[in-house]
C-alpha cells in the first residue's frame, strides 16, 4: 500500500490509533527502516509476533507500507 501524504500527518494519525513505530532491519540490509506496529503485535528478530501464535518473517523485498 502507497500513502501519499505529509510523513508527519501519517505520524500523527498512527499514534492516534495508537500504534508504535520500530525501527527494525532485515533482509540483510545494514540500515533500519520503520515498521508501524498494531499494540497487540511486536517486531523481534525480523519477525512480527502477534496474539494466538501469529508468527510471520517480515517481507524481505518489501519497500513499500505493510498494514498488519
Known sequence: MELKANPNRITH???ELGWHAEKV???GADYARVVW???DYQV???RVIG???YDQPIDKG???VEII
Open 13 to 15: 494519525f498512527m499514534n
Open 37 to 39: 506496529v498494531h499494540p
Open 62 to 64: 518489501e519497500d513499500g
Open 51 to 53: 496474539p494466538d501464535g
Open 25 to 27: 532491519k532485515w533482509g
Open 44 to 46: 523481534t528478530n525480523g
